[in-house]
């Protein structure tokens, strides 16, 4: 996954949407959490702190960086065989 940004949100006469936040959540998954994550500060930086879409990026910045660090379960916790994957902090040198 790239981080860089689409050239329409990178116009200066752009105006951040929450559309525009909502894009960039796709289907995140822990592999590309802390990149999302990234682009989403990007987006809403210099956003009045009641704009919507800053309320709604630094929700989801907060979901990314839990989902990058604490990874996510692949099914039920109580399925056997189905184990958790990963999580960064499982992988701290």
Do not use: W, Y
Request: proline share 8%.
């Amino acid at each position: 996954m790239s981080e860089a940004e689409s050239p329409i949100r990178k116009a200066p006469d752009h105006e951040v949407t929450i559309d525009d936040v909502r894009q960039l959540m796709g289907a995140s998954t822990p592999h590309f959490a802390l990149q999302i994550r990234n682009r989403i500060a990007r987006l809403i930086r210099g956003l009045p702190e009641d704009h919507p879409a800053r309320i709604e990026g630094e929700r989801e910045i907060a979901r990314l960086q839990k989902l990058g660090f604490a990874g996510e379960f692949r099914g039920l916790a109580h399925e056997d065989g189905i184990v958790p994957l990963p999580s960064l902090d499982d992988h701290a040198v």
